[in-house]
């Protein structure tokens, strides 16, 4: 019954590849985000999606681009992985204008 | 531009003894305000948040947090901690109808027996 997943839950990958991260909510929301947490637990919104159109899009490198195929589904794409790029990256999803998010377990990406 | 303060980024405590997170913020219109709990290799839980009405929220675990306009803070406190309570906490705010959550850099809370 988990409400928010995410996999893979653990990514080691090499610079210079490319790498995809899934997320999907079964809560019915209409709204789906996609924050990094760095090295030192400093979370920070990349993307929201609300009724499968972006919305926010906080001066994330373009090799990162999220997907929405459905209201229930936010992949987060990343190309030319870098080495900064390592970090826990969390998906989480709300009701529009309900300001309650619930987070994923989140998937922590690692680039050697 | 919004942003959060959590003054402290480690508080370690003994069992039993009262605790208080510090969260202040900076807005210029009305802001909704929360904390969320990450135990250790987990996701982010939601805590407790403030919208409106009572300034003072509570939580179903004891804590609980109170928005101070004036002094443009929501301070996270529980009278007496447990050692389950050992967690990073986050202070985050949220403006406007898009949802987009502004968080603070955390509160590592030690709980020690």
């Known amino acids: 019954d988990t409400a928010v997943s995410q996999t893979p839950k653990y990514l080691v990958t090499q610079m210079g590849n490319d790498k995809s991260i899934k997320c999907e909510q079964n809560l019915g929301h209409d709204t789906m985000y996609w924050y990094k947490q760095d090295s030192k637990k400093f979370l920070k919104i990349m993307f929201s999606y609300n009724n499968k159109e972006l919305i926010i899009n906080e001066t994330v490198p373009n090799r990162f681009s999220p997907k929405s195929p459905d209201k229930a589904h936010l992949n987060l794409h990343i190309n030319s992985l870098e080495l900064g790029d390592s970090a826990v990256y969390f998906c989480a999803s709300s009701q529009w204008n309900s300001y309650e998010q619930y987070f994923g377990p989140g998937t922590r990406l690692t680039v050697t | 531009a919004q942003s959060v303060t959590q003054l402290d980024s480690q508080v370690p405590v003994f069992e039993e003894a009262p605790v208080e997170l510090r969260c202040n913020y900076s807005?210029?219109?009305?802001?909704?305000l929360f904390w969320y709990v990450q135990y250790p290799n987990q996701g982010l839980q939601l805590l407790l948040k403030?919208?409106?009405?009572?300034?003072l929220v509570e939580s179903i675990n004891g804590f609980e947090a109170e928005f101070n306009k004036s002094q443009t803070s929501f301070h996270l406190r529980k009278p007496s901690v447990h050692i389950s309570d050992t967690a990073e906490y986050f202070c985050?705010?949220?403006?406007?109808?898009?949802?987009?959550?502004?968080f603070g850099k955390g509160t590592k809370l030690s709980v020690k027996p």
């Open positions: 985050a705010v949220s403006e406007g109808s898009q949802g987009n959550l502004i």
């Open positions: 807005s210029s219109v009305s802001v909704y």
């Open positions: 403030y919208l409106s009405g009572s300034t």
